[in-house]
């Protein structure tokens, strides 16, 4: 058989794939997020996460891994201290700056969270055909990417 020319692949339509892409993960965010009984709200549950592992952190630092303003991460702080899940402490090269850090409740907290949305996750993956899940695992990177986006003057206005 003679070699023919690769067909082009159509480029998909960023659109349809944004809005797509846009539901699944907002509904797919909603179900985890309905696995514990007792979980934070997403602005709180992303702030603790930061800290944990990302901490302990300035709150300018924290704002901007969360991509809020100043003031919002200041009133997200406040209510994650109130439940006893952060704390501020003071650098240790700098006493005049202050950092938040997960208590250990607060690490106490997201292990169950992870723990119980794991679990739900695992359970509905295991019911996919082999070449689903190896789709997905191939795609994690890309999706990851996604939520750790550089920054962008596109962006910037949307915080």
């Not at 944990?52 to 300018?60: M, N, R, V, Y």
Request: proline share 10%; net charge positive.
């Amino acid at each position: 058989m003679p070699n023919q020319p690769a067909v082009p692949r159509a480029v998909p339509d960023v659109g349809a794939v944004a809005d797509n892409l846009r539901l699944s993960v907002t509904r797919l965010a909603r179900i985890l997020r309905r696995q514990d009984l007792d979980a934070l709200p997403p602005t709180l549950s992303s702030a603790l996460h930061s800290i944990s592992f990302d901490g302990p952190l300035t709150l300018g630092d924290l704002a901007a891994l969360e991509h809020v303003a100043p003031p919002t991460i200041t009133r997200v702080v406040d209510k994650l201290k109130a439940k006893g899940l952060v704390e501020c402490v003071q650098d240790e090269h700098d006493r005049r700056v202050s950092r938040v850090r997960a208590t250990p409740a607060g690490h106490r907290y997201l292990n169950r969270s992870r723990t119980r949305r794991t679990a739900w996750l695992s359970a509905v993956l295991r019911e996919l055909p082999p070449e689903d899940l190896a789709r997905l695992m191939a795609a994690a990177p890309v999706l990851d990417g996604l939520a750790h986006p550089p920054a962008h003057p596109a962006t910037e206005g949307n915080r």
